[in-house]
Nanobody, 125 residues
């Protein structure tokens, strides 16, 4: 099983970035893919989640209206489009895969089975 997150970088406040999470080694349609982030000195927090088979999505309140999660099932890839970025969005972003994730667990890191290495997002002028 492999999850490869990419697309991070340095962006000015108000800017945009798109993160990608390429998955392999498991049946993509059977899983939910979540994006999490961890800032220095803080706990890892859920950002967004997509159920691959249903297409349903969940967002943390802090990113609603600014971030959009989507999937390309033909490519086994999930994207996180991040707009109107703020300095407080600065963190290492991780993607994770979980089987049988229920809505109440979607933002909980402990619910996920597989994790990729993170990609750094820095929002600064």
């Amino acid at each position: 099983v492999q999850l490869q997150a990419s697309g991070g970088g340095l962006v000015q406040p108000g800017g945009s970035l798109t993160l990608s999470c390429a998955a392999s080694g498991f049946t993509f349609d059977d899983y939910a893919i979540g994006w999490f982030r961890q800032a220095p000195g803080k706990e890892r927090e859920g950002v967004s989640c997509i159920n691959i088979s249903h297409g349903s999505t969940i967002y943390a309140d802090s990113v609603k209206g600014r971030f959009t999660i989507s999937s390309d099932n033909a490519k086994n890839t999930v994207y996180l489009q991040m707009n109107s970025l703020k300095p407080e969005d600065t963190a290492v972003y991780y993607c994770a895969a979980g089987n049988r994730i229920i809505t109440s667990q979607a933002m909980a890191p402990s619910a996920y089975d597989y994790w990729g290495r993170g990609t750094q997002v820095t929002v600064s002028s």
